[in-house]
C-alpha cells in the first residue's frame, strides 16, 4: 500500500476540522444578545405605533376641521357678525340660504388650557345643535397667540377676505411627546360681493 504524503494528509486533517466547544458557546451568547437586541426593538415599535398612529389621527381630524370650515364659509355672502375668534355668515349652499356660525371661544374637554371651534347654524333667531369642528385649540381667547379669525375690507369697508389661523399641539392627544405646535392656515373670499 502506498502511503500518502505527509502533506497532504495535514490539509486532509485541517479541512475535516470542526468548531470548538468554546467556539461555539462563543456564538451561540452573541446570537442570543443579537436576537434578544432585535426583539426589544420590535417590541418597541408595536408599542410606539399606535400612538403615533393616533397623534397622526388627531392632527388630521384639525386639518379636516379648519377645511370643512373654509369650505363651507367660502358660500358665505355676507357676514352677520365677525371677531377674533368667531364669525357668523349668510351661506349660501345647496340651494338654500342659511346662516352659519363658527365660534372658537369655547373650552375643549381634552385638556386644560385648551379650546374647541364649534359649528352651529341659526335659524329664526334660534341656535340649532351645535358640533365640533377643531379640538385642542391652543390660540383659545386669552392666550397670547394669533386669533382665528384676521379680515381684510374693501375701500367701502366691506370685508371681501377672511384668514383662519389654527395651532393645535402636535403631540395630539398624547400626555407626553412633542413640545411644539402645528400650525394650520387657510382663508376664503366672501362671494358674490360688489363692490
Not at 23 to 28: A, K, P, V
Not at 110 to 129: I, K, M, N, W, Y
Not at 146 to 164: C, D, E, Q
Request: aromatic residues 6%; contains cysteine; proline residues 4%.
Amino acid at each position: 500500500m502506498a502511503r500518502r504524503p505527509r502533506s497532504v494528509a495535514v490539509r486532509v486533517r485541517l479541512e475535516e476540522s470542526g468548531w470548538t466547544l468554546i467556539e461555539l458557546l462563543i456564538s451561540s451568547v452573541i446570537l442570543v444578545i443579537m436576537l434578544g437586541a432585535v426583539l426589544a426593538l420590535l417590541d418597541m415599535t408595536n408599542t410606539v405605533a399606535p400612538r403615533d398612529q393616533e397623534r397622526a389621527h388627531d392632527l388630521r381630524e384639525a386639518q379636516v376641521g379648519l377645511y370643512q370650515m373654509t369650505r363651507e364659509l367660502r358660500q358665505a355672502y355676507s357676514l352677520v357678525s365677525h371677531s377674533a375668534y368667531s364669525v357668523e355668515a349668510h351661506v349660501w349652499e345647496n340651494g338654500a340660504d342659511h346662516d352659519v356660525t363658527y365660534d372658537c371661544t369655547g373650552t375643549s374637554v381634552a385638556g386644560p388650557g385648551l379650546g374647541e371651534c364649534v359649528r352651529f347654524e341659526t335659524t329664526g333667531g334660534t341656535q340649532g345643535p351645535s358640533s365640533v369642528m377643531i379640538d385642542r385649540l391652543l390660540n383659545r381667547p386669552g392666550a397670547g397667540l394669533s386669533p382665528v379669525f384676521a379680515y381684510t375690507t374693501n375701500g367701502a369697508g366691506r370685508t371681501t377676505y377672511a384668514t383662519a389661523h389654527i395651532e393645535v399641539p402636535a403631540k395630539g392627544a398624547r400626555t407626553t411627546g412633542y413640545s411644539h405646535r402645528i400650525v394650520l392656515d387657510d382663508g376664503f373670499y366672501m362671494r358674490n360681493l360688489n363692490g
